[in-house]
């Protein structure tokens, strides 16, 4: 049996008296995007930083390709590209130039670095670019550049770090587009973000790091199935209504008083006898609204939690 593209097995790592990761485990399968989802300060960086072999950990084991990251360190940075890191962009050259002088510094013969370069200004939608100078390029420009760059020695293992922090929605998408790309052509992707709308578009499978440990992980559908039951939502002109309303449901206020969740349960009888129960004593809502669970109340949820317990759903 072939090795997963990524494995790490109880990875710890501390600064000075801080652990920064507590006992991390997961797997990526071959062509999957998985995303490592956490706040500011996680850990996503410092894992990111060990699978690519820039700093070690201080116990535990990670492979990628079947291949030990601090054993085989040299072979791993061969299989893998990780952006904004090893690919400088530089501003004075065009598009084209800064991947041809990739390519020299890669080894890459000449042939293969017109073919590559070609096929990732096509597949990054910067032909047009190409004979121009990064300086003229937008954010959103720069960013495909680099990753483009960071493709050249066809990696089997792609790391991008918040791909899209600082983009326009149009540039998100494009970037999206982009990724779910790369994977339909089977490179592994290992994607950290602090944005979960990032990893309910693309990941396969996401882990969600908190204060260094895996909390959860699992499928964004599953994530979500956590959080479970789709909710009504009831929203009040005053909090006199608010507050009575959630006596005769028996519901905890929230908010400013002015608003109710109640589970819906996945039947229509319990909110129809709610929806009843309140008309039946004047309490007309200013809104209703039917929610389903986003991977925002699962990240909440999850990380709002003090018992900090491992949950596989995968
Ligand atoms: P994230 O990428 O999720 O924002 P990081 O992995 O960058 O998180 O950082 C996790 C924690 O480790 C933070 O509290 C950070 O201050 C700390 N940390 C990271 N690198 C170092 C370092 N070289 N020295 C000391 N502390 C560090």
Same mark, same amino acid.
């Given at each position: ?104 510094? *890669? !080894? ?6 017109? =073919? +590559? @370069?070609?096929? &990732? /200004?096509? $597949?990054?939608?910067?032909? #047009? ?104 939502? *009831? !929203? ?6 608010? =507050? +009575? @309303?959630?006596? &005769? /449901?028996? $519901?905890?206020?929230?908010? #400013? ?58």
């Amino acid at each position: 049996m072939r090795a997963p593209a990524i494995q790490v097995r109880g990875l710890k790592k501390s600064y000075a008296h801080k652990v920064v990761l507590d006992d991390v485990s997961f797997e990526v399968e071959r062509g999957q995007i998985f995303a490592l989802l956490g706040e500011n300060g996680a850990g996503k960086t410092t894992t990111v930083r060990i699978l690519s072999t820039l700093i070690q950990a201080d116990r535990g084991t990670a492979s990628i390709d079947g291949c030990d990251v601090t054993l085989e360190s040299d072979r791993v940075r061969q299989i893998i590209s990780l952006t904004g890191q090893y690919a400088a962009v530089d501003e004075l050259l065009t598009g084209k130039e800064n991947l041809h002088l990739m390519g020299g510094l *890669l !080894h890459l013969d000449r042939q293969t670095v017109r =073919r +590559r @370069a070609t096929e &990732l /200004l096509t $597949l990054f939608d910067l032909t #047009d670019a190409a004979g121009k100078i990064v300086k003229t390029y937008s954010g959103g420009m720069r960013r495909k550049l680099d990753i483009a760059i960071s493709l050249l020695g066809s990696p089997k293992v792609i790391f991008l770090d918040e791909p899209t922090t600082g983009l326009d929605p149009r540039s998100r998408a494009s970037m999206w587009e982009m990724i779910r790309q790369l994977a339909r052509e089977g490179v592994t992707i290992f994607l950290t973000t602090q944005y979960l709308e990032e990893a309910d578009q693309l990941a396969d499978k996401i882990a969600v790091l908190a204060e260094g440990r895996i909390v959860a992980e699992g499928t964004a559908e599953q994530l979500k199935a956590v959080i479970g039951e789709e909710r009504l939502e *009831l !929203h009040f002109h005053n909090s006199a209504d608010g =507050r +009575r @309303a959630a006596t &005769l /449901l028996h $519901l905890p206020m929230e908010g #400013d008083g002015l608003q109710l969740s109640l589970p819906a349960g996945g039947t229509t009888d319990s909110l129809r006898s709610a929806l009843n129960m309140l008309h039946e004593h004047d309490i007309v809502p200013a809104t209703v609204n039917y929610r389903k669970p986003t991977l925002d109340d699962v990240f909440m949820a999850l990380t709002g939690n003090t018992e900090k317990e491992v949950r596989h759903y995968a």
